[in-house]
């Protein structure tokens, strides 16, 4: 079992919509969890953090988190075209080691 | 504030060959980790150095190694270029957090594209 695994997609949504972005991870204790977006030929680009159980929001972004079930998920609401990119979902491992995500490709259709 | 910086953009070298990359971190962030992305794939942890000593290694071998500077701006260096080690290598700097929580905020620098040939 991989430590972060995603849904790699391709997941498409139209302009306006609420795009779903989802991660599993599998060290019982981690602590904080973060997303990423990642535009084409680009590096990641740090959008959210969360830390405890429950939801996040900045803006349109909202992050979701489930330790029980050992969860995260990004939704964003209002879906623009200019949110197409590859979300990255990052949870820290022992030994100062961080996981990443294969990542999920995002298009928004106008 | 000025952001993570790397050098160079791209880098062409044959196999058997070594490279050295470069990163400057953010102002304020003591702790630099390096990436490799290979096409398609999300980052891999190759290491992290805080006070200039290595703090947590991923499952890479030996021939890639590091060093950080006091100004705590670092190098990756990889030696017997393999043609499997082509990708983007990503820099990322941090603060080290204070709550003692596991996990702390990232940022990265624009990568370098290394091709081996």
């Known amino acids: 079992q991989k430590e972060v695994e995603q849904n790699s997609g391709p997941l498409s949504v139209p302009e306006g919509a609420i795009a779903s972005l989802n991660c599993t991870y599998s060290?019982?204790?981690?602590?904080?969890f973060f997303w990423y977006r990642q535009y084409s030929g680009k590096s990641p680009e740090l959008i959210m953090s969360?830390?405890?159980?429950g939801d996040k929001e900045d803006g349109r972004f909202t992050a979701q988190l489930n330790k029980a079930s050992q969860y995260v998920s990004l939704l964003i609401r209002d879906s623009q075209p200019s949110d197409s990119a590859t979300y990255l979902c990052?949870?820290?491992?022992?030994?100062?080691?961080?996981?990443f995500g294969t990542g999920t490709s995002l298009t928004v259709i106008p | 504030e000025t952001g993570v910086t790397q050098s160079p953009t791209h880098l062409i070298k044959t196999r058997g060959q070594q490279v050295t990359l470069r990163c400057s971190s953010q102002?304020?962030?003591?702790?630099v980790s390096w990436y490799q992305q290979a096409l398609g794939q999300g980052p891999q942890f190759i290491f992290q150095?805080?006070?200039?000593?290595?703090?947590g290694r991923g499952n890479f071998p030996p021939r890639f190694s590091g060093l950080q500077f006091p100004n705590y701006s670092s190098e990756l260096n990889v030696n017997a270029l393999e043609l499997d080690d082509s990708a983007l290598y990503l820099c990322?700097?941090?603060?080290?957090?204070?709550?003692?929580?596991?996990?702390?905020?990232?940022?990265f620098g624009p990568g370098t594209r290394l091709t081996v040939t």
């Open positions: 990322a700097s941090s603060p080290i957090p204070t709550s003692g929580r596991r996990g702390y905020e990232q940022y």
């Open positions: 969360i830390y405890s159980n």
């Open positions: 060290d019982r204790v981690s602590q904080s």
């Open positions: 102002s304020g962030h003591n702790t």
């Open positions: 990052a949870v820290p491992g022992t030994g100062n080691q961080f996981y």
């Open positions: 150095y805080y006070r200039e000593e290595e703090n």
